[in-house]
């Protein structure tokens, strides 16, 4: 007849064995925790929040508060997005009509590129490839003869739309305060 005492660990193998097995039940139940956390949060961004405007693959909110762009990055992320990014002509003209519609003005708007990593190489906050830019003229000029030293030596490393007469995008000292564009995926 078989025990049904607990199988007592007395050799090294028996241990490494059973920590093995152990070890992959705790990883097949994390593995299945997120895909289902992952396939829940698909399902809940399907559909724009109240108010967000959308295109065909985002939902995007135009925020009046002042802010810096770190903190606008920040509370974009709170929403469950980021700050938006632009990937052509179009996609630019709809976010300054998000932003007309809501303010009934052009205004200087944060998005989300910076290039606080290596100068001149502009990556979007959301990961997406930088593939699209609409420079207004004499930009990115990386210079504001306005600005005091900073811990950024002065250089203007966050991108803001609706700049100048052509209502363009220009790098701006991060630590301007400017209402926010942010985005999520539908």
């Known amino acids: 007849m078989r025990s049904l005492i607990p199988l007592q660990l007395d050799s090294p193998l028996q241990e490494t064995i059973t920590m093995a097995m152990l070890t992959t039940l705790l990883l097949l139940s994390a593995v299945f925790?997120?895909?289902?956390?992952?396939?829940?949060?698909?399902?809940?961004?399907?559909a724009c929040p109240p108010g967000w405007p959308s295109d065909s693959t985002h939902c995007y909110h135009y925020v009046p508060i002042m802010a810096t762009w770190p903190e606008?990055?920040?509370?974009?992320?709170l929403l469950g997005g980021n700050l938006a990014s632009v990937h052509s002509l179009p996609q630019y003209?709809?976010?300054?009509?998000?932003i007309r519609n809501s303010t009934r003005k052009v205004?200087?708007?944060w998005i989300g590129a910076n290039d606080a990593i290596k100068e001149g190489l502009w990556l979007w906050s959301d990961g997406?490839?930088?593939?699209?830019?609409?420079?207004?003229?004499?930009?990115p000029s990386n210079s504001d003869?306005?600005?005091v030293k900073d811990n950024t030596n002065s250089?203007?490393?966050?991108?803001?739309?609706n700049y100048g007469a052509s209502r363009g995008q220009n790098d701006a000292p991060c630590w301007y305060k400017r209402p926010f564009l942010c985005s999520r995926k539908r």
């Open 33 to 46: 925790a997120l895909g289902d956390a992952r396939g829940s949060r698909d399902c809940d961004r399907r």
């Open 72 to 77: 606008a990055e920040r509370k974009c992320l």
């Open 93 to 98: 003209r709809f976010l300054q009509s998000v």
């Open 107 to 109: 205004q200087r708007t």
């Open 128 to 139: 997406s490839r930088f593939n699209y830019q609409n420079w207004a003229p004499g930009q």
């Open 145 to 147: 003869h306005f600005v």
């Open 155 to 161: 250089r203007e490393h966050c991108m803001e739309m």
